[in-house]
């Protein structure tokens, strides 16, 4: 088994680590005792816990109300309902688990700041309240840094769907962890990366190859779009103004993908990254396109919405595109053809390790203390496949395929969103931002050395 390591540690989630100090305080409404846990008479065996007839009880323990568990009994049970086809398989399929496994599964909502509290307090004493938690990362990121969890490779799940096919399920690893905790339901992932788009038109009328294919034969390079830029970005009316860029975006976006794709990271672990030679890289690239080839359109600071719309109006060869932009800006209806591709490769990315998006949702984890983990996790794995590995229906992505416009943009889209990675440098409080440096009033060095020290003393601050 080779897994794909995410160079990813969400230090904004340490603020969790909070909450080992208020274990004495009351969290509005908070379930951490194990009373508030046990549906119905059960008897305990070491950690499991069994209903009178013999039926092992599986309890998630998560932070709102889930649907479809063993207590409903209608799909109408759940009042946010709105396919009656799907949930009637997600009750059939509920049904079905039960019977497969002699199970009674159900949930229990231990409100958002419960979650922390419940983790820190029963899985530390060694009887976890809960046979899996579903976790925001700012409480499943301290778990595994805790050592809270049980690993996937423990429970013996190396060559199965979550490592390969991951049509049922997908898995999320953490940098300086050499196993895998962290694990949700594939049909919960969304195309949720920014991707970087461009006017097929534009590529065709300049006799360029589609990025798309030297993307798929691994000659997507920086240096290869700084090619492209230069070439696309045009003064039409010979007025010495250009009219034509071949980049325009907001500068946040840029910088994610781009330490992405050159395999970094400014705020990704103990130590900064900013002065790193990979992250040094990545500035100068951006120094580059915008104040020495010329080639990015201007920041406009007061109009942060126009940096991502005006390729609407024919004006940029390539943007940060995404689902939602296309939708607000014009995708469908454009008189021009829009493709996709994944963010060009840096001179120490790697096209087998770099990511390309940031992590979304709640993920699973089975806390240390369970008995049987890995009958646990079959349960869980079973109850979620309610579409029977029917891809078509269980990733309800039809609405963003349609904004993405064709299959191919779509695939490079949903490729991207399924590894992701992170990278907190905008939530440390220290200021750090790039206009002074896209609009020519300091250099990449000189950025460096403003924010070296106040990013590693937010990271000691974390970690402390």
Known sequence: MYIKKINFVILAALVGLFFQSCSGKEAAG?????????????????TARYTDDGKRIITMGTWYDRFYVS??????????????????????????????????????NLTFEGVWESINGSVASGAPDVDIYETDLQ???????????????????????????????????????????????????????????????????????????????????WEK??????ILTKDINKDDEIDIYGYGGWWTNLLTNLLFSNYTGIATGRTEGLS????????????????????ARPWDGQNWEINNGLYADGLL??????????????????????????????PHGSLEENRHSQPAGNWYFIPKGVENPRFVYDVIFDWSNWYNGDTSIG?????????YLTDRNFAYASMMASKPGF???????????????????????????NYKQPIQDALDNFFK
């Open 225 to 230: 779009w700084r090619e492209y830029l230069k």
């Open 395 to 403: 990733m309800d992505n039809a609405w963003s395929k349609r904004m």
């Open 71 to 108: 207590k409903h009994t209608d799909i109408h049970d759940d009042p946010k309902m709105a396919q009656e086809d799907t949930a009637q398989m997600r009750l059939d399929k509920m049904r079905e688990v039960e019977k497969k496994y002699n199970i009674v599964f159900n949930y229990v």
């Open 30 to 46: 908070a379930a951490s005792g194990k009373q508030a846990v046990q549906p119905g008479a059960a008897a305990q065996t070491g």
């Open 276 to 295: 790193s030679q990979a992250t040094r890289e990545v500035l100068e690239f951006i120094n580059t396109i915008y104040n020495v080839d010329k080639t």
């Open 139 to 221: 409480f499943g990121i301290p778990a595994i840094l805790h050592n809270y969890a049980i690993s996937l490779e423990e429970m013996g799940l190396g060559n199965t769907d979550v490592f390969g096919s991951q049509n049922v399920m997908r898995y999320l690893a953490l940098s300086g962890q050499d196993e895998v905790y962290l694990f949700a339901p594939s049909s919960s992932g969304g195309t949720n990366a920014y991707v970087l788009a461009f006017n097929m038109d534009m590529i065709k009328a300049a006799g360029l190859a589609n990025p798309q294919d030297l993307y798929d034969k691994g000659e997507w390079t």
């Open 317 to 346: 060869a390539f943007w940060i595109g995404a689902d939602w932009i296309f939708n607000q800006y014009g995708g469908e209806n454009l008189p021009f053809k829009i493709g996709v591709v994944p963010w060009p490769r840096g």
């Open 423 to 449: 990278d907190v440098f905008d939530s440390l409080g220290t200021g750090f931002n790039l206009t002074e440096l896209i609009v020519g009033q300091i250099s990449p060095n000189q950025l460096i050395q």
